[in-house]
Structures are given as structure tokens and as C-alpha cells.
């Protein structure tokens, strides 16, 4: 039976899935209420970015979202680890997305995040996934 940490990291990667829809759609203000404000966040995204600090990560996010590229994501094979007030979640992410000639494709992404409690909550406070041309195309740098 899993216990009530890792239900809640759980949650929170059914949330970083809608946190990406939105900002595959244009909204990039959802990642907000996922990810930790302070300065020892990273963000290592697809398309080849490396971010310290929530400022440089949300500005990162918000430049994605401003792309408007459409498209859907879904994890699969989610593998959680909780340990204290830190957990990993491993899994693949399924998306359908425009590349750099406007064609749908879809590609999947091996991605890692790393929650840390924070008054309570879980937090993102690292997010990693792999680079993928087809990703680096349809976002550029």
C-alpha cells in the first residue's frame, strides 16, 4: 500500500502533466503552483536549456509558452521514490506535438523531477528531461 507521501508525489505528477499541456497551449502561469520559488531550483529542458533559480526557469517557461505550439503530453511508466522531505519521479513522456514544419509528430522523453517538501507540500525543485531533435526543433533555443 503506498503511503501518503508518495500518493501526494502521485498528484503532483498528474499535475506536472496539466502544468505542461498548459504551457504546450500557451499558459505558462500553472507551473507556478507546482514548482519551488527558491534560488537551488534547475530546470534541464528537451530542447537543451539549463536553469538555476526559479527566475530563469519560470522566464524559460514562459518563453516555451509563448510558442503556442499546441499538443498534448501523458506520462507512462511512473516510477516514485520517497524518502523524507525529497522524492524522485522517473517516467516517460508521450506528446503530440508541431515540429519546426508545423507537422504533428510525436515524441517520447525520458524525464526525472525532484520534489522537496516544502510547509507541507510538494514541491518541484529540479526538473530533467532528455534532449530530443525533434523537441529542439519545434522549440529552438
Not at 36 to 46: L, P
Not at 86 to 98: G, K, M, N, P
Amino acid at each position: 500500500m503506498p503511503s501518503d507521501d508518495e500518493i501526494a508525489i502521485r498528484a503532483a505528477v498528474s499535475q506536472w502533466f496539466d502544468v505542461l499541456n498548459a504551457m504546450l497551449n500557451g499558459d505558462a502561469e500553472p507551473l507556478a503552483a507546482l514548482y519551488s520559488h527558491n534560488d537551488d531550483v534547475t530546470y534541464m529542458g528537451a530542447e537543451g536549456t539549463y536553469r538555476v533559480g526559479w527566475s530563469a526557469t519560470f522566464a524559460d517557461w514562459k518563453a516555451q509558452a509563448k510558442k503556442d505550439i499546441g499538443g498534448s503530453a501523458e506520462g507512462r511508466d511512473i516510477h516514485v521514490v520517497v524518502s523524507g522531505d525529497l522524492a524522485t519521479a522517473s517516467h516517460l513522456t508521450v506528446s503530440s506535438i508541431a515540429n519546426a514544419q508545423g507537422e504533428r509528430t510525436e515524441v517520447t522523453v525520458r524525464e526525472t523531477s525532484v520534489f522537496r517538501k516544502e510547509d507541507g507540500a510538494w514541491r518541484m525543485i529540479a526538473h530533467h528531461a532528455d534532449a530530443i531533435q525533434d523537441l529542439v526543433e519545434a522549440f529552438g533555443n
